[in-house]
T-cell receptor
Framework: RKEVEQDPGPFNVPEGATVAFNCTYS??????FFWYRQDCRKEPKLLMS???SGNEDGRFTAQLNRASQYISLLIRDSKLSDSATYLC??????????FGSGTKLNVKP | NAGVTQTPKFRVLKTGQSMTLLCAQD?????MYWYRQDPGMGLRLIHY???????AKGEVPDGYNVSRLKKQNFLLGLESAAPSQTSVYFC??????????FGDGTRLSIL
């Protein structure tokens, strides 16, 4: 079983739509969770950390569900510039981090 | 502030050649990582380091070696390149429990 699993998509949504991605992880001892954004052929860039109580940054909301071992990302009022691949990252043992394979989002005019 | 710098940006090698990829960070971070990313896949950890003079294996270490002689530098070596090592390589660093910062990648093709 993979350490981190994501739906690869693509999610094709119109501008202004709300879209949500989920990511499941296998290590119940994981403590650190992040969402990164990756544009085509570019390096991953931190979008937001995910805290136990959930957190929001503008149009982006991240949630953690420890009981079911998943994290989610909600994007409201989608912009064309939100088109990218979203990577879920979870820490493992001994300072390692595991990446999901990414969920591709296409926002259409 | 440069952050994380990877050199070279692009390289083409022939099978059997050797090369070293350099990752340099100017943020005084303790932890450094080397990943590879293949089409349609997430990043897979090759090797990592929790401090100067220490290295450890990740998920896909075979065919690679690393060294961290100075805190700011993390080198990734390919002793005898194989076509299966054609990939995009990303270096990252972090400190404490903060998230990783990435370099802009090295695109490596092995013919």
């Amino acid at each position: 079983r993979k350490e981190v699993e994501q739906d690869p998509g693509p999610f094709n949504v119109p501008e202004g739509a709300t879209v949500a991605f989920n990511c499941t992880y296998s290590n119940s001892a994981s403590q650190s969770f992040f969402w990164y954004r990756q544009d085509c052929r570019k390096e991953p860039k931190l979008l937001m950390s995910v805290y136990s109580s959930g957190n929001e940054d503008g149009r982006f909301t991240a949630q953690l569900n420890r009981a079911s071992q998943y994290i989610s990302l909600l994007i409201r009022d989608s912009k064309l510039s939100d088109s990218a691949t979203y990577l879920c990252v979870v820490n493992g043992n001994f300072n390692k981090f595991y990446f999901g394979s990414g969920t591709k989002l296409n926002v259409k005019p | 502030n440069a952050g994380v710098t990877q050199t070279p940006k692009f390289r083409v090698l022939k099978t059997g050649q050797s090369m070293t990829l350099l990752c340099a960070q100017d943020m005084n971070h303790e932890y450094m990582y080397w990943y590879r990313q293949d089409p349609g896949m997430g990043l897979r950890l090759i090797h990592y380091s929790v401090g100067e003079g220490t290295t450890a294996k990740g998920e896909v270490p075979d065919g690679y070696n690393v060294s961290r002689l100075k805190k700011q530098n993390f080198l990734l070596g390919l002793e005898s390149a194989a076509p299966s090592q054609t990939s995009v390589y990303f270096c990252a660093s972090r400190t404490g429990d903060r998230p990783q910062h990435f370099g802009d990648g090295t695109r490596l093709s092995i013919l």
